[in-house]
């Protein structure tokens, strides 16, 4: 008896993990986690691709592989303030579709576009 008892709180502890874990990818999925991605380098004072077309939710990630400090500035979309040599940034999901010139602000020769298709 004692051991059906066992047997019958080990099952709904069992299937209570599994809900847990349903739960979770569902909630992943809503806040972008499982959302596709893409990488800009900034690498030798440039962005690369300096041109990159992303579906609406993609998650667009810069990754700052030079030696100096960059930013990801699109003014009046986004700013991702310094990113620090070796450190990634990421506009999290991109949600609005258009197209998004931005620039380094500390250096204004690099200049690249993003363009989030709807
Ligand atoms: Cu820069």
Known sequence: MAALL???????AAAVTVVAAVNLLGSASQDGA????????LENMAFSPA????????KVIWHNLDVV???????GAFDSGRIA????????VVH??????????????MKATLVVQP
């Open 69 to 75: 400090p960059h930013t990801v500035t699109a003014a």
């Open 85 to 92: 040599p070796g450190k990634r940034w990421s506009a999290a």
């Open 96 to 109: 609005t579709p258009g197209r998004y010139d931005y620039v380094c602000a500390y250096h204004p020769g």
């Open 34 to 41: 499982n959302a596709p991605e893409q990488l800009v380098r």
């Open 51 to 58: 041109s990159l077309t992303v579906q609406r939710g993609t």
């Open 6 to 12: 066992r047997n019958t709180l080990w099952t709904a």
